[in-house]
């Protein structure tokens, strides 16, 4: 069983913004040259994608879209939005949240992409607390 590695908002940012972390570039190369299923969730392609357009950073989405020519790309689903409001309700239920109740909370939404996705599958992030909660979560540079 191939393992599915999806990128969370943090790690996307350093990968479409290099200068910033080369670093990540070179782990996310790593990770394809070895056959890895690198993809990216449309909730977190929005959270970024948003923020590069405030800034109105065109360089920062090309560069965001030219990457879906490296890597895949998953989008959300009504199985993992039904999901995602499964965690968001449960979590509340046991005094526990990732947002304020109003708010999307993309993290839960990011959360039930991984489950509906594939068994195997780990989010790279930089923010385990969150994520881990509901499934595997890993910094992105703990994953190899």
């Known amino acids: 069983m191939r393992r599915v590695v999806l990128l969370d908002t943090g790690p996307l940012g350093k990968i479409v913004n ?11 190369d790593r990770l394809v040259d070895a056959g890895e299923e690198v993809l990216v969730p449309e ?14 950073d065109l360089t920062g989405v ?8 490296v ?3 998953v989008p959300i689903t009504t199985a993992a939005m039904r999901r995602a409001a499964e965690l968001w ?3 509340r239920q046991r005094g526990y949240a990732t947002a304020p ?19 195997g599958t780990v989010i790279a992030t930089e923010n385990v607390s969150h994520l881990r909660r509901y499934t595997t ?4 540079d703990q994953i190899s």
């Not at 090309?62 to 020519?69: A, E, I, T, V």
């Not at 109740?101 to 068994?119: F, G, R």
């Not at 979560?137 to 992105?140: D, I």
Request: charged content about 25%; aromatic content about 8%; cysteine-free.
């Open 18 to 28: 290099p200068r910033k972390s080369p670093e990540v570039g070179e782990w996310l």
């Open 43 to 56: 909730i977190a392609d929005y959270e970024l994608r948003r923020g590069l357009l405030r800034l109105n």
């Open 62 to 69: 090309k560069r965001l879209d030219d990457l879906y020519s």
């Open 71 to 73: 890597i895949g790309y």
């Open 89 to 91: 309700a449960g979590a």
């Open 101 to 119: 109740d109003p708010a999307l909370d993309a993290d839960v939404i990011l959360a039930a992409q991984a489950v509906t996705l594939a068994s």
């Open 137 to 140: 979560a890993l910094l992105w």
